[in-house]
Structures are given as structure tokens and as C-alpha cells.
């Protein structure tokens, strides 16, 4: 079964960056689109980004477009993302995804489309 292990939250102050990993394994990685999601206290979970099989097509929530890039690959099979100008309202624990798709270069943006969580990892960001 795929595993996904998250790393690289924490506290950072308000208009600093932060870069969160995701270690995938037990799967061939080229085969899922990988997502991140955040839930902060009290509020459903929402996507954050997304990013293609091949990683040629990328989606973002509105919120963090042009702050927050997604991307796969690198020294193995991870998935990052690279958040910059963070403010308070991106307080939340955020989840590595994986889903499952016959497409290379299609995203997925629903929760219920992805088979596979992390454990999460809390990233505050205080004013």
C-alpha cells in the first residue's frame, strides 16, 4: 500500500517561506497525481494544489496562487511545496495525497478523488 510521509512544517512568522516534502513509497509514483490539502481548527479540508502524473499540469486554490508552487520528483519519489509569503490565515495542518489516474497530464482537485493521506504536518504562522 502507498505511503506518504510529510515534512518541513512548522512556526514562521508572517512573509517568510517554508518547503514541505512529501516521501512517497510502497507504488510506482509516476502512476498517481499528487496533491496537498490543509485543514486549519474548525474548518473543512481544502485542496491546495495539485500536480500531473508527469508533472507537466499544476492547479491552485486561489489562495495561494502566485505564493505556493507544487512540484514532483527531484532526489526521489517526492512531492514539495514551496510556500512563500505566508501569512496567519495559512495556519493549518497540511496533508500529502496521492490519486490514482489513467492520464498524465490531468490534475485532481476533489478530496474524494484522492486514495491515499499522510499524517499531516502543522505549519503556524504567527503576525
Known amino acids: 500500500q502507498v505511503h506518504l510521509v510529510e515534512s518541513g512544517g512548522g512556526l514562521v512568522q508572517a512573509g517568510h517561506s517554508l518547503r514541505l516534502s512529501c516521501a512517497f513509497s510502497?507504488?510506482?509514483?509516476?502512476?498517481?497525481?499528487m496533491g496537498w490539502f490543509r485543514q486549519a481548527p474548525g474548518k473543512e479540508r481544502e485542496i491546495v494544489a495539485a500536480?500531473?502524473?508527469?508533472?507537466?499540469?499544476?492547479y491552485y486554490a486561489d489562495s495561494v496562487s502566485g505564493r505556493f508552487t507544487i512540484s514532483r520528483g527531484g532526489a526521489g519519489s517526492t512531492v514539495y511545496l514551496q510556500m512563500n509569503s505566508l501569512n496567519p490565515e495559512d495556519t493549518a495542518v497540511y496533508y500529502c495525497?496521492?490519486?490514482?489516474?489513467?492520464?498524465?497530464?490531468?490534475?485532481?482537485?476533489?478530496?474524494?478523488?484522492?486514495?491515499?493521506w499522510g499524517q499531516g504536518t502543522q505549519v503556524t504562522v504567527s503576525s
Open positions: 495525497a496521492a490519486a490514482t489516474s489513467l492520464f498524465l497530464s490531468r490534475v485532481r482537485t476533489s478530496i474524494s478523488d484522492y486514495d491515499y
Open positions: 510502497n507504488g510506482p509514483f509516476r502512476n498517481y497525481v
Open positions: 500536480i500531473s502524473r508527469i508533472g507537466d499540469s499544476t
